[in-house]
């Protein structure tokens, strides 16, 4: 006889929500049952034993949940259900996206269409392009001597990393847009 099955399996999401909400809970020093309780004073309430399957990944959460666990832990939604760096993107979303593109969708800066991607990664570009020229400067002004607060090799390592992060920038717009207009630097 076959088994049936109510719903979906939990998806990619909800482990990246178990996976944040237990950070978000020990970062701030904060047990199950004192959770508990501010969940329940916030009108939600979530047993330790539920909180503690949530966090391990054996029981799912719906939205009323994680807004309520957001809260009570002093954080947002979208940082619970922000993939850490080197997950599977979320639930439904094609692996394609590079994962700034999926957390920044999760915290409502760009919609994952073309037309957004490439106007998101164009201004990130010139936002390169002004620290590019900003760090530039800099070291015009400092010549070889280290003067001011900040180490000459401060100032080339941030370059350094704005010329990389460029680099980035103009091979995914190309991806997006293959005819595009290429970016300089």
């Not at 994680?66 to 619970?80: G, K, N, Q, S, V």
């Not at 080197?86 to 957390?103: D, K, L, M, N, Y």
């Amino acid at each position: 006889m076959e088994t049936r099955r109510r719903g979906n399996p939990p998806g990619s999401t909800n482990g990246h929500v178990a996976v944040n909400l237990r950070r978000a809970r020990q970062s701030t020093g904060v047990d199950l049952r004192t959770l508990s309780t501010r969940l329940k004073a916030a009108g939600r309430s979530i047993s330790p034993s539920a909180l503690s399957k949530i966090e391990n990944g054996d029981r799912r959460i719906d939205v009323d949940d994680l807004a309520a666990l957001a809260y009570a832990l002093e954080t947002t939604p979208a940082d619970l259900l922000t993939p850490i760096d080197g997950a599977t993107a979320p639930t439904g979303v094609p692996e394609e996206h590079v994962p700034e593109e999926v957390q920044s969708w999760v915290q409502g800066k760009v919609k994952l269409t073309s037309a957004d991607l490439i106007r998101y990664w164009t201004d990130q570009a010139r936002d390169c392009q002004s620290y590019i020229k900003r760090f530039t400067d800099l070291l015009a002004l400092m010549g070889d001597e280290e003067k001011g607060i900040t180490p000459r090799a401060v100032y080339e390592e941030r370059l350094a990393a704005q010329r990389k992060r460029l680099a980035f920038i103009r091979g995914r717009l190309l991806q997006l847009d293959p005819n595009g207009v290429p970016i300089q630097e």
